[in-house]
């Protein structure tokens, strides 16, 4: 189904204070035009500086992603960006009068709900998805790290962590498709080990940190209360009562979800994957993932961006078909010489993709045009049309009583000519859900990759045989 993109419907306001900086922040979320993506604007500098979301403008990956442009700097992106993303809100300008993104409650659940609240509005431009078609591995052997990322139709990701750690051990997280992240993961916070808090203090780190912000895992039983006492000093919480009982989590805060860190490590790679500036289907899963791996992956994702960008929309046309041409005769009234569509690949529950052999032999080619032969657009949409029959009949029993009928055709736009030997591939999505026989659907026609047609069509599905 084609889907437009969104923004919301009005600004959000937010307080609080930075994780690392400590410093106080108010952060607002604004709409934004369509195509506009994510960007950051620091509004408390000279000239209010913007800093696009842009896995390149990346410069430090230390306990969180900073994002720096023209001397501006913005720290701590994430969460606000994974909250955006998993909202599926594809354009925002967010204004802050400080260089750290508010750390909340340590998690993205605060910026979802709120973003649901206002709620979004649809805009006119398509949401540009970046489909994958291909696999596409990656390691880091010295520090353990492994991404590989495979084609698939939803934005699903598979995150494994070990820190060998007897309070962690190995955990895993999923997430099957972007709809669960608000329920499923937003809410999961940032954590720290124990042992980790006196060198992050030691390196001006984590000021803005306390028990309402961040787990502390321990993994010691040897601490004593003067060694608590002296690290809460250091932190600058010499109020903050730190009480140990046993291996586990910090003050006997309870863990929202048994794999929680697992579930905080994927939060942590939505809001760093959405550095490379499109809405993704591909399923991502990672071993040991932390911000610099996710930005080196990113990195790569947005190089494969450019390589099928250049070599265009890529279909498997060697494959047995779904349907062969005696199959299509018998969905389909159409006879030579106007059956225009030779094999159907592929049919789920919103697309269809069909090809057509353009060849020297049609008849077309007689009087279109002597010298010069061209195969007519209006051809090509009647192909495209037959192909959007084929997914309308495919969904009725006994579609052999049925025809399809045309009722509008809109939008229809022709990219360069199509002549012999051409093989056109067609994919159409379906529009809005089947209602009274309607059936609405936008197609794109591509030759060896390249878009040479685009066309919306509307026809009605009608039991005219017995």
Wanted: charged share 25%; glycine share 8%.
């Amino acid at each position: 189904m084609s889907e437009k993109q969104c923004t919301l419907k009005a600004p959000i306001q937010f307080k609080g204070i930075g994780l690392h900086t400590g410093e106080s922040v108010t952060l607002e979320i604004c709409p934004a035009p369509d195509n506009h993506g994510y960007k950051f604007q620091r509004i408390d500098l000279p000239g209010e500086p913007i800093i696009k979301a842009d896995v390149d403008l990346v410069v430090a990956t230390d306990r969180g992603t900073t994002l720096e442009s023209a001397g501006a700097r913005v720290y701590t992106t994430e969460h606000v960006l994974a909250a955006l993303y998993g909202c599926q809100i594809d354009n925002a300008l967010i204004k802050l009068n400080a260089p750290e993104v508010p750390i909340m409650d340590g998690s993205s659940k605060l910026y979802v709900d709120a973003i649901l609240e206002t709620g979004f509005v649809e805009q006119e431009a398509e949401r540009d998805y970046f489909e994958l078609t291909e696999n596409i591995p990656w390691e880091d052997l010295e520090n353990g790290i492994e991404f590989l990322a495979i084609p698939d139709k939803n934005y699903r990701l598979t995150v494994m962590v070990d820190y060998k750690s007897p309070v962690l051990g190995t955990q895993h997280a999923s997430m099957y498709k972007i709809s669960d992240f608000n329920t499923e993961i937003a809410p999961c916070r940032t954590f720290v080990f124990l042992r980790e808090l006196e060198f992050l203090a030691q390196n001006n780190l984590i000021k803005g940190g306390d028990l309402d912000n961040a787990i502390v895992l321990v993994d010691r039983v040897d601490i004593s209360q003067e060694e608590l006492n002296r690290l809460a000093k250091l932190l600058g919480k010499e109020d903050l009562k730190i009480e140990i009982d046993g291996i586990g989590v910090l003050n006997s805060s309870k863990l929202k979800y048994e794999n929680e860190p697992a579930r905080h490590k994927l939060l942590d790679i939505v809001g760093d994957l959405a550095l490379i500036g499109k809405p993704i289907r591909a399923h991502i899963l990672a071993a040991r993932p932390g911000h610099s791996g996710n930005v080196r992956f990113a990195k790569i994702l947005k190089e494969q961006i450019k390589k099928q960008q250049n070599q265009g929309r890529v279909f498997d046309i060697t494959k047995t078909p779904l349907y062969d041409s005696i199959a299509i005769e018998g969905m389909l009234p159409h006879r030579f010489p106007f059956l225009m569509v030779d094999k159907i690949m592929e049919i789920n529950d919103l697309t269809i993709i069909g090809v057509k052999n353009v060849t020297m032999n049609e008849p077309i080619f007689t009087g279109h045009f002597p010298g010069n032969p061209v195969f007519p657009g209006v051809l090509q949409i009647e192909a495209m049309a037959q192909v959007g029959g084929i997914f309308a009949l495919s969904k009725v029993e006994e579609p052999h009583l049925y025809s399809t009928y045309f009722m509008k055709i809109d939008k229809v736009k022709f990219k360069q000519k199509v002549v012999p030997g051409d093989t056109l591939v067609f994919e159409l999505t379906l529009l809005s859900p089947i209602r009274r026989g309607l059936v609405e659907m936008g197609g794109k026609a591509y030759v060896n990759g390249n878009l040479v047609m685009e066309a919306e069509m509307l026809a009605q599905v009608i039991k005219d045989k017995v």
